[in-house]
């Protein structure tokens, strides 16, 4: 898969940091030819590519639905990034390493199918990671800013974004959270609005609104401000008993796990965060698309 250096070495170092589950992809044969759209898979935090552990669970159950329905290894690609252990997850932020690798991993999958369009698949911290990797430009993160280059919106068909964060998370506001590197602002802080006293109870409120001052994390706001759409389709799919996101994913009266302009939502019940994924069904989402 890899032509050109800049692709390999993010790639090749998190294969050999994390082993044969940590990636997937490519031919399987020199000849082997690709007749559907390559879909990218990108995982959320302190998940896997594949099956890693019972918690973190990647998604190898996602490709084998793909592989029933024909499409081949040269058509499905994932990539892990950060940690793999649910115990650091408060400790996981966006990184301009883990957004300029993902972003050469897209462009390598381009390069190398030939495709003039692929999809991409991403839950949780992921939606956010794939948004701003396709979308591109400059993103100002922890003490350190990197410039991902032009938009690749016009190289991505659809995006399915499942449970994210795009507003922040509202257990982010508990005490003892404000200060963790994922409820900062290369993270998913969803800000206080104004209020000095701002807290969860107020955050998840059904009549809760920003009187104020929008404040929610840095990383968030550029990409939701950013004046490409990620695809040519946006569906999100979340869930509304969700204990990460809170009962019904609200954050200040907006539901966080919609991207800004989706063509398609769903809100699935009786599933946690990390249940939701494996539940999606692409082929499904892209009739509606195509309908």
């Not at 070495?9 to 399987?28: D, I, M, N, Q």
């Amino acid at each position: 898969i890899f032509r050109r250096p800049e692709h390999n070495e993010y790639v090749l170092g998190a294969h050999k940091e994390y082993g044969p589950s940590g990636s997937f992809g490519g031919r399987t044969s020199k000849d082997q030819k690709t007749s559907r759209q390559p879909v990218l898979f990108v995982h959320g935090n302190s998940d896997s590519a594949l099956h890693h552990s019972d918690l973190a669970t990647g998604w190898t159950k996602s490709v084998e639905h793909f592989k029933e329905k024909g499409y081949t290894s040269a058509e499905l690609y994932g990539l892990t990034y950060g940690s793999r252990d649910i115990n650091l997850s408060l400790q996981s932020s966006i990184t301009c390493r883990n957004l300029l690798g993902l972003r050469r991993f897209i462009e390598a999958i381009v390069e190398y199918t030939e495709s003039d369009k692929i999809d991409v698949v991403a839950h949780s911290m992921g939606v956010t990671m794939a948004r701003k990797a396709i979308n591109g430009g400059v993103v100002t993160l922890s003490g350190e800013s990197c410039d991902l280059g032009e938009s690749l919106s016009d190289r991505v068909d659809s995006l399915v974004a499942i449970s994210g964060a795009n507003y922040g998370m509202c257990m982010c506001l508990m005490a003892g959270l404000t200060g963790m590197p994922a409820c900062g602002q290369a993270g998913f802080a969803p800000g206080r609005c104004g209020r000095k006293d701002a807290g969860m109870a107020g955050c998840v409120g059904e009549n809760a609104e920003c009187e104020d001052k929008e404040d929610y994390a840095n990383v968030l706001s550029v990409v939701n401000e950013s004046e490409d759409r990620e695809a040519d389709f946006v569906a999100s799919i979340y869930s509304n008993d969700d204990a990460i996101l809170g009962k019904n994913n609200l954050v200040w009266g907006r539901k966080t796990s919609i991207v800004p302009d989706s063509d398609f939502s769903h809100g699935y019940n009786g599933l946690d965060h990390f249940q939701v994924h494996p539940s999606t069904i692409l082929n499904k989402i892209k009739a509606s698309h195509d309908n």
